[in-house]
């Protein structure tokens, strides 16, 4: 069983959606997304997936590339 909290249309221009969802575990993104195009009676893909949360972690508090390499790079001296 999965739980769609938010569903939220960003954007639609030249039949493409971009939308951001909030849901639980276990929700299978690229099949919603190949339903909602059934449901509309035309086909439909996901050509671009970006978690941005899944719990304790929050792309907020990720590190660049060159964050990490710097945090390397001090460790070695």
């Not at 909290?5 to 909030?22: G, M």
């Not at 929700?27 to 439909?44: D, P, Q, V, W």
């Not at 997936?49 to 964050?67: C, G, I, K, N, Q």
Request: some cysteine; glycine content about 6%.
């Amino acid at each position: 069983r999965i739980v769609v909290e938010e569903f939220e249309i960003r954007s639609f221009e030249n039949n493409v959606a971009a939308f951001r969802i909030v849901c639980s575990k276990g929700t299978y993104i690229r099949s919603m997304a190949n339903e909602l195009g059934a449901l509309a009676g035309s086909g439909s893909h996901l050509s671009s997936l970006r978690r941005t949360r899944s719990l304790p972690f929050d792309v907020s508090d990720a590190w660049t590339v060159e964050s990490l390499l710097d945090r390397l790079a001090s460790m070695q001296n």
